[in-house]
């Protein structure tokens, strides 16, 4: 059983729509983090909280818009998406923002825009 | 910058059998290595990592890995593959301390495990 719990597990959502994907942690990790997948990739870094700031956007379209109401919750906006951004949305959190943390990974949300 | 190769694309064994994944990476300095798996429908879930000291690390479900500074590698070796082993494979890199979350993944390694 993963600690790091994603809701929904599937969303299906056309590009005029608005939706949030939520992640929640309780293991007291100071640092979250969204990923996206796509089919038989890695994941790549999207943005990463520390202590409840964005520390890193890695150059992401504004129609994704995060947000770390406190240190257990993790949510993602979004807005007017494309197709291309159907893919498999993983939220993680580790201890600290430092490389000697661990990611911890939720099960993902499998995201279909029509 | 920092890079990870997994030459394997897919890899077939037989359950019993021993299996090796293959990871090289590219860093200057002393990397910070990792391997997680993942299971169909699952998030990543971290396997061992490797920051310092022995370079042999052992970690869940019976695999260990082996730092190779000469060879740039850091394999994933496991004696005798039970059939839920079956998963994709991810090698992973951290340049540093500081660079914190910015892992660099592989494109990962399908292991399919037959009966």
């Known amino acids: 059983d993963t600690e790091v719990t994603q809701t929904p597990k599937h969303l299906v959502m056309g590009m005029t729509n608005k939706k949030s994907l939520k992640c929640e942690q309780h293991?007291?990790?100071?640092?979250m983090y969204w990923y996206k997948q796509k089919a038989k990739k890695p994941p790549e870094l999207m943005f990463v909280?520390?202590?409840?700031?964005?520390?890193i956007n890695e150059s992401v379209p504004s129609r994704f818009s995060p947000e770390c109401p406190n240190s257990s919750l993790l949510n993602l906006h979004l807005h007017a998406l494309q197709p291309e951004d159907s893919a498999l949305y993983l939220c993680?959190?580790?201890?600290?923002?430092?490389?000697?943390?661990?990611?911890?990974f939720g099960n993902g949300t499998r995201l279909t825009v029509t | 910058a920092q890079s990870v190769t997994q030459p394997d694309i897919h890899i077939t064994v037989s359950e019993g059998a021993s299996l090796e994944l293959r990871c090289n990476y590219s860093?200057?300095?002393?990397?910070?290595l990792f391997w997680y798996v993942q299971s169909p429908g699952q998030g990543l879930q971290l396997l061992l990592k490797?920051?310092?000291?022995?370079?042999l690390v052992q970690g869940i479900k019976g695999f260990e890995a082996e730092f190779k500074r000469s060879q740039s590698s850091f394999n994933l070796r496991k004696p005798s593959v039970h059939w839920s082993d079956a998963a994709e494979y991810f090698c992973?890199?951290?340049?540093?301390?500081?660079?914190?979350?910015?892992?660099?993944f592989g494109e990962g390694t399908q292991l399919t495990v037959n009966p």
């Open positions: 993680a959190s580790s201890q600290g923002q430092g490389i000697g943390s661990p990611l911890h």
């Open positions: 293991m007291g990790h100071r640092a």
């Open positions: 909280y520390s202590y409840e700031k964005l520390s």
């Open positions: 860093y200057g300095a002393t990397p910070y």
């Open positions: 490797y920051f310092s000291g022995d370079t």
């Open positions: 992973a890199v951290g340049a540093s301390k500081t660079s914190g979350s910015r892992l660099t």
